[in-house]
Each structure stands twice: as C-alpha cells, then as structure tokens.
C-alpha cells in the first residue's frame, strides 16, 4: 500500500494550493479518505475527511475555505485550499481507512508554507 501525496509548497496569505494523494494498493473507492497536518510545534491534526459515500467533515478553522474531494476512478484524493492564512503552515499528510477503527494507511506527507 502506498499513498503518494503531492502538490505543496509556499503561497502567500490569501492564496490556493491544491493537494493531491493517489493511492495505490488498496480499494480506493471502499476507504475513508482524509487530510491530516502537523504545524511547527503543534501535535497532528484532522483537517478533512471524506468518506466512501463522499461525506465531507472539516476542522473548523478551515471551513468555507478548504474543499476536499474524490475521484474514485483515479484513486484519488484531494485537498483545495483557498484564502490561506500563516496557521495553516504545516505538513499535510493523507491517510485511508476502511472504517473509524480500521488499520490506517499514511502518505508521506508534503509540506506547505504560507507567508505572511
């Protein structure tokens, strides 16, 4: 099992960034898909997640300016983030779960830094 994720980097405040992670190895469509990410300093927190029936949950410091999405055809799963702020600095990291309680799979993370 291996989830590839991509698409990081530096923006400023108020920019976007979209994150991507591909899995390979499991059944993409079956797993709970979510985005996780570790600020300096600060213990890993849920930022997103969508479940096989494509339900969306979100942390609620990025409500109304994070979108996560699924593309089930292309094992896929992603993580638009618009209006960024310098607190959402951190390394972002994808992991799949067959159910809450689930053996979870991890990506490798990939880092995003937003500038003030």
């Known amino acids: 099992v291996q989830l590839q994720a991509s698409g990081g980097g530096l923006a400023q405040t108020g920019g976007s960034l979209k994150l991507s992670c591909e899995a390979f190895g499991i059944v993409f469509s079956a797993h709970i898909m979510s985005w996780y990410r570790r600020a300096p300093g600060k213990q890993r927190e849920l930022v997103a997640s969508?479940?096989?029936?494509?339900?969306?949950n979100y942390h609620d410091s990025v409500k109304g300016r994070f979108t996560i999405s699924r593309d089930n055809a292309k094992n896929t799963v992603y993580l638009e983030m618009n209006s960024l702020k310098p607190e959402d600095t951190g390394v972002y990291f994808c992991?799949?779960?067959?159910?809450?309680?689930?053996?979870?799979?991890w990506g490798q993370g990939t880092l995003v830094t937003v500038s003030s």
């Open positions: 992991k799949a779960q067959r159910h809450p309680f689930a053996y979870a799979f």
């Open positions: 969508i479940t096989s029936g494509s339900i969306e």
